[in-house]
């Protein structure tokens, strides 16, 4: 059981190019996320999704797209990469329990993924 | 927007001391939920309160949930190395809302 597992790990941009970060849980949660997180800021984010087909936007969704086509999955876009998007990114999925009942929300966590925008 | 607000945003304290961080969100919450993350890992879930005015243990760890349900504390007794980390408070806004919004975090140093 790997629980929640991002792809890839790290990885080094130049402005302007593109790329996808990949998550996948294997829990059969209903709910997924995309965080950044920065140097004093905590944790921000960006999209998320409540149930295959579907997406929303965060707090910070700018400069991102996000699509959930199997349930399991949820990409994180970025068309042309700016040095403001350096940051980590960590990918969060949930069950769709009842809002205000014991486990409803409770996140799990990939390992990150580092993304460096040169 | 819903803000989280945490403070402080560094501790440092000396091993066996203890340690409380406060979380204040600027909307009700419908549960709250405490998160450890080790430097260079990922936020781990602790716990999630859920009730007003609940309080919960673990261990040397005190969780508390505010009356209006909009703000919440972590306390440690004899902090111990191990408890190195940062700590994040997290929840949705009451009423069904499901993006979860993070507090800034309380970065805990324990000096040996």
């Known amino acids: 059981n790997a629980g929640v597992t991002q792809t890839p790990k790290f990885r080094v941009l130049k402005t302007g190019q593109s790329m996808t970060l990949l998550c996948a849980q294997d829990?059969?949660?209903?709910?997924m996320y995309w965080y950044r997180q920065d140097p004093g800021m905590g944790l921000r984010l960006i999209h998320y999704s409540v149930g295959e087909g579907t997406t929303a936007k965060g707090e910070v969704p700018d400069g991102y797209n996000v699509s959930r086509l199997k349930k399991q999955n949820f990409l994180l876009g970025l068309e042309s990469a700016a040095p403001s998007q350096t940051s980590v990114y960590f990918c969060?999925?949930?069950?769709?329990?009842?809002?205000?009942?014991?486990?409803?929300?409770?996140?799990?966590f990939g390992a990150g993924s580092r993304l460096t925008v040169l | 927007g819903q803000q989280v607000m945490q403070i402080p945003q560094y501790q440092h304290v000396q091993e066996g001391e203890d340690f409380t961080t406060y979380c204040n969100s600027s909307t009700t919450l419908s549960n709250i939920q405490w998160y450890k993350q080790r430097p260079g890992g990922h936020p781990v879930f602790l716990i999630q309160?859920?009730?007003?005015?609940e309080v919960k243990k673990q261990k040397r760890l005190t969780f508390q949930f505010g009356e209006a349900k909009k703000n919440s504390s972590l306390h440690i007794t004899a902090t111990q190395t191990t408890d190195v980390g940062t700590y994040f408070c997290?929840?949705?806004?009451?009423?069904?809302?499901?993006?979860?919004?993070f507090g800034t975090g309380t970065k805990l140093q324990v000096i040996p």
């Open positions: 969060a999925s949930s069950y769709s329990r009842t809002s205000g009942s014991s486990g409803a929300n409770v996140l799990t």
């Open positions: 997290a929840g949705p806004r009451s009423g069904g809302y499901q993006k979860v919004t």
């Open positions: 309160l859920v009730k007003s005015g």
């Open positions: 829990m059969n949660h209903e709910y």
